[in-house]
């Protein structure tokens, strides 16, 4: 490790979220202000957060909440699925925990009554509702029309609800249309969210070098321009290079990161990106390097391997493996509609749920609270974060044809375990890479009178329950502050717990936060040890 080499107490490109380690640059910082102020003075309606994967929606998103966590505001988080109206509508209820009837959760104005008497009554203990829509593109034109229709919940004075869309650019193209311009007036902020420009990489890499405890910037600027060339201002892949960097800085005992190092760790973490240049520049390589030898010998040429070419064919045909492997697992999946609820059915069962509690359609929808005492969280992760968690989960796998899922029954050092086509499989990581890219749907249990979430300051048996599961993890028993209240002892536990597993630190306990807690438990379905 290179922590102690270039004097880090930490190390300042890790891949789980550290809200310590955010550098927002101004324009960003500004955007952020504006839309608290927004949400907290009651005049946000409908907010749009649009951008290319990786842009930092997510980002902003949790640093908003984690701004809000503290004031008088209700906040649910969602991922559309691509249901109806209605049962968008279903959805938002859930996640808010509004009481439906039976009978309510068929019929549409029925379930914006009960959430406009829930709203209203929110608003007169002094609190204000925040719905946070993840994927937003995914939205029909009617359910972007119902959106629209719960932001006319209002007093003369303030909106009832505030919705947050974080979305692709197809969204910002689709709000021009006919269908959709009443939507598109309703909108009080909206912004494209675009990668980090180049004078902004290096105050990125300053703050979190600093934030880990640096005292000297070891990244030269010719190091710098080429971590920025790389890793083209996506922030993921500027800390995945970085870091792979200073480890190979490390190494060679060099005390700067110049343009060498950096692009050495790019051919590390993207091979394909190096192998791209190789392969343009093949014959040019190959006419130097030959001119080279000539000069030095014969006998010396003939004796001297070439390793960057035969590097590039292992790489390119490990690739090519792996994308056959994936293929063949797609291939023994039914149709897209039936593997799912094979996999979903598979799931419940090892839960012991049966259809006396959910049918397997209700559950598919992944609903914050499926039933009560059964939550489930979607989100995006990587395998080694979804193996923290201990628990079989949905994954999403994408190719040319669709949406396929499938259940992720264990995680090897090599290989993972799945459940397709009724029976378990083995492939390797590498493979399953090519047809997933981090999408996870993750049931798990809960009291049945837990909350969406806990904050600061928060009190009761919600609190008694989280100090219980943090006691599993920490080992703690002290007894010096009051068992009831979530104060910052407690905070800096919960902290604690999510660096653990990959969650945005932010102290707020959320759905993942919820789900790492309920992981803690003996009881449930693990996943399996005996994965290769």
């Known amino acids: 490790m ?92 859930h996640a808010l925990r509004v009481p439906l009837e039976p009978g309510e959760r068929a019929r549409g104005q029925l379930m ?3 959430l406009s008497a829930f709203l209203m009554d929110t608003y007169a203990q002094g609190q204000r509702v925040l719905l946070v829509i993840d994927e937003a593109q995914e939205l029909s034109d009617a359910a972007l029309e119902q959106l629209r229709q719960l932001t006319n919940l209002q007093t003369p004075a303030h909106k009832l ?52 405890g640096a005292a000297v910037q070891p990244f030269t600027r010719l190091g710098l321009r080429n971590l920025y060339r790389y890793a083209g201002g996506i922030p993921r892949l500027v800390n995945a290079i970085a870091d792979r960097a200073l480890q190979l800085g490390a190494e060679a005992n060099a005390r700067q990161v110049g343009e060498g190092l950096v692009q050495r760790a790019a051919g590390d973490v993207l091979p394909g990106h190096v192998q791209y240049w190789v392969r343009r520049y093949r014959w040019w390589w190959r006419a130097a390097l030959l001119v080279m030898l000539v000069g030095a010998g014969l006998t010396w040429w003939l004796h001297t391997p070439a390793p960057p070419v035969a590097s590039e064919a292992t790489a390119q045909q490990a690739h090519e493996k792996a994308m ?68 079989p989960m949905l994954l999403e796998l994408k190719d040319a044809s669709g949406v396929h899922h499938v259940l992720l029954l264990g995680v090897g050092d090599d290989q993972v375990r799945l459940f397709v086509g009724g029976k378990s499989v083995e492939i390797t990581k ?46 703690d028993r002290s007894g010096s502050y009051r068992p009831l209240i979530y104060d910052q002892t407690v905070q800096e536990r919960v902290r604690k717990l999510q660096r653990a597993y990959g969650i945005p630190v932010d102290g707020v306990i959320g759905p993942e936060t919820l789900f790492a807690l309920s992981s803690l438990d003996d009881n449930g379905p693990h996943l399996a040890r005996d994965v290769p």
């Not at 701004?67 to 279903?90: F, N, Q």
């Not at 910002?172 to 007036?185: E, I, K, M, T, V």
């Not at 979903?344 to 039933?371: G, I, K, Y």
């Not at 890219?437 to 329950?465: E, Y």
């Open 2 to 93: 290179y922590l102690d080499y270039y004097g880090l107490k930490e190390a300042p490109f890790a891949t789980a979220p550290d809200e310590r380690f955010v550098w927002l640059p101004p324009r960003l910082e500004a955007l952020l202000e504006r839309l608290e102020r927004e949400i907290r003075s009651g005049s946000g309606g409908i907010m749009l957060l649009s951008g290319e994967y990786g842009s930092g929606k997510t980002l902003m998103a949790r640093l908003l909440l984690a701004r809000l966590a503290e004031a008088d505001i209700r906040i649910a988080r969602i991922r559309y699925t691509g249901v109806s109206a209605d049962e968008l509508l279903e959805t938002v209820c």
């Open 112 to 114: 914006i009554d009960a």
């Open 161 to 212: 609800i505030h919705v947050l869309l974080l979305a692709g650019p197809s969204l910002d193209a689709r709000l021009h249309s006919g269908p959709l311009r009443a939507l598109a007036q309703r909108i009080g902020i909206r912004e494209e969210l675009t990668r980090l420009d180049s004078a902004d990489l290096e105050p990125y890499v300053r703050h979190r070098m600093a934030t880990a």
């Open 324 to 391: 056959q492997e994936g293929a063949r697992l797609l291939a023994q999946l039914p149709d897209a509609g039936a593997a799912r609820m094979a996999a979903w059915s598979e799931l419940l069962a090892r839960w012991q749920v049966t259809s006396n509690d959910v049918s397997v359609s209700d559950a598919m929808r992944c609903n914050a609270v499926v039933f009560p005492g059964f939550d489930c969280v979607a989100g995006t992760g990587t395998l080694d974060q979804l193996k923290r968690f201990d628990r």
């Open 430 to 475: 590498a493979a399953l890479q090519t047809i997933w890219h981090g999408r996870f749907m993750a049931p798990f249990r809960l009291p049945p009178w837990m909350p969406s979430s806990v904050h600061r300051g928060d009190a009761g048996q919600a609190v008694a329950w989280v100090r219980q599961q943090l006691r599993k993890l920490d080992g």
